[in-house]
């Protein structure tokens, strides 16, 4: 097989993309519940969403405040494969896009990075995701994709933009800030996540 013919895969229908992640997102479910995730909130109940991002309900509803950062991870995924893998059919990347997404998924709900999240970002009350919020989490980046598919690149940049901007304000988090402060933490913005005051 040529490296022509290697990049040039895999040309797939949509139709069997759309199976393929069918099946990919109930593999991470299945994962999830194999590490001891709760399939929904302990409080019994699933709400549309949840706001208040320091209660013990975020990250186990259906939607919340980061979701706003996987709808640009789907951005994010569809930008990276059109570059990386040119020769691929937007079905080919959407898979692709899911298994990252996905892995991501399942790897943000081990105990390492749980208790990164906690020591080092302004989720300190993180204890992992429920299933139903996981499965959102990645259906919200299938979303994303599926828009920067289909709209003009400046409108996605845009999108991306406010989609950032919005949760900065309100919650001084965003997905910029999640990578942030998870690989180099910075005392100024840890604080200001706090509620201190910018100098």
Known sequence: MTVRQRQSMPHLSLGTALAVVVLIVALQALLLWLMGRVPICTCGYVKFWEGDVLSSGNSQHISDWYTFSHFVHG???YGLLRLARPRWTVAGRLIAAVCIESSWEVLENTDLVIRAYRAETISRNYYGDSIVNSVSDTISAIVGFALAASLPVWLTVAC????????AYAIHDNLTLN?????????????????APLH
């Open 160 to 167: 991306a933009l406010v989609l950032e901007a919005v949760p």
């Open 179 to 195: 990578v942030i402060m998870l690989l180099h933490p910075i005392p100024w913005v840890k604080a200001w996540q706090a509620g």
């Open 75 to 77: 951005f994010g995924f």
